[in-house]
Structure formats: structure tokens, C-alpha cells
């Protein structure tokens, strides 16, 4: 099976100090299983706030793995308007991209970027392809706890 994995908040293992997380472990369990996968990411690194890669990229992990990693504009902070365009940004090129990319078998997608995942299951919808979003945590929801009580 072709499978497209859309997850734009782990750190990319591409180097040997870089712990595995829920993703690249899924890739590599699936890579092992035979199928061929394309994981959609950022080119921003989530935890360090750094860059990857500064432009769009589409780097082999393993034989069977690729990760297409789509540059948005950054953030210094996680509860930020920047993070927003930033995962807005990245929907987009997802939108763009993906089109020509050939199509995948399923397609699982994680929350947040809501974006991005919306985006995902707009083109699994259009294409017929099965789609599995996968809601890891509260943002952007978490904002709520942040804004003053007098804003309601």
C-alpha cells in the first residue's frame, strides 16, 4: 500500500541524536511491512523553534520512506498568531502539492495543524481515499485557557 502520514509537529529523525516519535515509528513499522510511505512535515522544528530545511523538500528516510517537508514561516512561541499562518501556510502548499503527487491507498492525519488535516481529508473526500485523523492534542483550543475571563 501507498500511505500518506501528515504530521507537521515532531522532530524529523534525520539525525542519529534525534528521538523517534509517534510518526517515524509508524513509518518505520509500516516501511516494514512493505509499504511505501510519504510523510508530510514541516520544515520547522516544533520543539527547537529552528529550522530543518529552509525550503520545500522532499527527503528519503529509507527505501521505503520519504518525508515531503513543506517550509512555512516559523514561530517563537506555541500559542501565537504566527503558528497559525505558519500551519496555514504549509495547508496550502499541502493543497497544492499533493495533487501531484501520485495518490496514496489511506492517508492518516494528525491534529493539530487542523489546517492541515482539514486539507487532507478535502483531497481524501475528492479522491475516494480512506482518511484517519488522528487528534493528538487541544491546540489551537488550548487558547481558550489563555484569554481573559472579561473576553466572554
Do not use: C
Not at 107 to 125: G, K, Q, R, T
Amino acid at each position: 500500500m501507498n500511505i500518506w502520514l501528515i504530521e507537521i509537529g515532531e522532530s524529523l529523525p534525520i539525525k542519529h541524536n534525534i528521538k523517534k516519535l509517534r510518526m517515524a515509528m509508524l513509518s518505520e513499522k509500516l516501511s516494514g511491512k512493505g509499504h511505501s510511505v510519504l510523510w508530510w512535515a514541516s520544515a520547522f522544528d516544533h520543539f527547537k523553534k529552528d529550522w530543518v530545511f529552509y525550503k520545500d523538500t522532499e527527503y528519503e528516510f529509507s527505501n521505503n520512506i520519504k518525508i515531503k517537508v513543506l517550509k512555512g514561516i516559523g514561530y517563537k512561541k506555541n500559542i501565537s498568531f504566527s503558528r497559525f499562518i505558519d500551519h496555514r501556510i504549509i495547508a496550502r502548499k499541502f493543497k497544492k502539492f499533493a495533487h501531484n503527487m501520485p495518490k496514496p491507498d489511506i492517508i492518516i492525519a494528525s491534529m493539530p495543524s487542523y489546517d492541515l488535516s482539514y486539507e487532507a481529508v478535502m483531497f481524501a473526500n475528492k479522491n475516494k481515499i480512506p482518511v484517519l485523523v488522528d487528534i493528538q492534542d487541544q491546540w489551537p483550543d488550548i487558547f481558550i485557557d489563555h484569554i481573559p475571563i472579561k473576553f466572554f
